[in-house]
T-cell receptor
Framework: GENVEQHPSTLSVQEGDSAVIKCTYS??????FPWYKQELGKRPQLIID?????GEKKDQRIAVTLNKTAKHFSLHITETQPEDSAVYFC????????????FGGGTRVLVKP | EPEVTQTPSHQVTQMGQEVILRCVPI?????FYWYRQILGQKVEFLVS????????KSEIFDDQFSVERPDGSNFTLKIRSTKLEDSAMYFC????????????FGDGTRLSIL
């Protein structure tokens, strides 16, 4: 089955700097890659997603890139703010095949003011 | 914005007892999921449900687990005889379409087995 690896496990950045989180997946059939942000004790909230027919997607300060050949995708947060502090999870799934999400191990991001 | 709602928010149960976790998916959604997250670990898939039957289940979802959609709005997860290792946060999720809609998660139920 699918396996998703996520790095780093923790990331500390200065406010205003950029943060980059990387994930790799194993199943070449995976075609949908969402990113979730989870604050302490709360639900995972979708922040951005990308489909395999797209190489890059951007939403304000957040961008995701996908390299299908290498089977990796990355989350980029620019101009980080203290409220970006949270745990971020990448995930992979096969659309139109039940769509179960396989999550990475998570990255704890701390933005220092 | 419509939300997935889960009850209770926290459930404390003695080992060996049965628990039922409840979820109300977003009203026009058709696909339902349960995930669990052991403290400090990643979110793990348990089961997906569509058209009143299980679509897929993970190795975690053994005979102690069952899911049901008893009416048009609720989606439940039952653990028949709880074990200490069942202690986790359980998230329900739903989506309206497999092709172009994301999964929306509820706030979760924290299950503590004593």
């Amino acid at each position: 089955g699918e396996n998703v690896e996520q790095h780093p496990s923790t990331l500390s950045v200065q406010e205003g700097d950029s943060a980059v989180i990387k994930c790799t997946y194993s199943d070449s059939a995976s075609n949908y890659f969402p990113w979730y942000k989870q604050e302490l004790g709360k639900r995972p909230q979708l922040i951005i997603d990308i489909r395999s027919n797209v190489g890059e997607k951007k939403d304000q300060r957040i961008a995701v890139t996908l390299n299908k050949t290498a089977k990796h995708f990355s989350l980029h947060i620019t101009e980080t703010q203290p409220e970006d502090s949270a745990v971020y999870f990448c995930a992979a799934s096969i659309r139109a095949a039940g769509n179960k999400l396989t999550f990475g191990g998570g990255t704890r991001v701390l933005v220092k003011p | 914005e419509p939300e997935v709602t889960q009850t209770p928010s926290h459930q404390v149960t003695q080992m060996g007892q049965e628990v039922i976790l409840r979820c109300v998916p977003i009203s026009n959604h058709l696909y339902f999921y349960w995930y669990r997250q052991i403290l400090g670990q990643k979110v793990e898939f348990l089961v997906s449900f569509y058209n009143n039957e299980i679509s897929e289940k993970s190795e975690i979802f053994d005979d102690q687990f069952s899911v049901e959609r008893p009416d048009g709005s609720n989606f439940t997860l039952k653990i028949r005889s709880t074990k200490l290792e069942d202690s986790a946060m359980y998230f329900c999720a739903s989506t309206g379409s497999l092709s172009n809609q994301p999964q929306h998660f509820g706030d979760g139920t924290r299950l503590s087995i004593l």
